[in-house]
Structure formats: structure tokens, C-alpha cells
């Protein structure tokens, strides 16, 4: 068969089809960017679980204050921890990151 006489969507030998060259730079760029998004989801939750502040930065105090502390801020976690600020924590302790429950 001559090369003028090719079915139509068929391609010639040294002619690459489009749709199989654009169909693996999509795979290609898709599984590329899985990754990516992957690998920086991971480093977010190490970095957020490190960007703890310290006692000290946050006026942290063993008591409450103006009715405020741990126990009714949205950042406890209920069993003595604190979602932003780092260390262990009583109820009635109290820090300026306080936040309405």
C-alpha cells in the first residue's frame, strides 16, 4: 500500500500517531505530579508537626484566665496535648493562643 493510500487514523512507519504521544506525556505528567504532591503532603505534616510553638513563646500559664483555658479552647485535644503549642497540658492551664471551642 502506497503511503497516500493509507486508511484514515492509520499513520505511517516514521509518522508517530498524535493521540498515543499526547496519551504518555499525560500518564507521564500525571504520575510526575502524583508524586510531587505526594512527597510535599508528607513534608507538611512533618512540618506542621514540628512548627510547635513552646510554652514560653505562648505565655503559657498553669491557670485559667478571663474564664479561658485549656479545656474549652479549640486547639486541646482532650487527653493533655495541644494542637499547636508543644508539651502536655492541664485543663486549666491557659496560653494567648487561645481560641473559642
Known amino acids: 500500500m502506497k503511503k497516500d493510500h493509507l486508511p484514515a487514523g492509520h499513520a ?30 508528607g513534608g507538611l505534616a512533618r512540618a506542621k508537626a514540628a512548627e510547635k510553638y513552646d510554652k514560653v513563646d505562648v505565655a503559657w500559664q498553669n491557670s485559667p484566665k478571663d474564664g479561658q483555658s ?22 486549666d492551664d491557659w496560653c494567648a493562643v487561645w481560641v473559642e471551642a
Open 70 to 91: 485549656c479545656a474549652n479552647c479549640r486547639f486541646w485535644d482532650g487527653v493533655g496535648g495541644c494542637e499547636i503549642v508543644a508539651g502536655e497540658f492541664a485543663p
Open 12 to 41: 505511517s512507519r516514521t509518522e508517530k500517531p498524535t493521540n498515543l504521544i499526547a496519551r504518555r506525556t499525560f500518564l507521564e505528567r500525571t504520575a510526575t505530579f502524583l508524586v510531587t504532591a505526594g512527597i510535599a503532603a
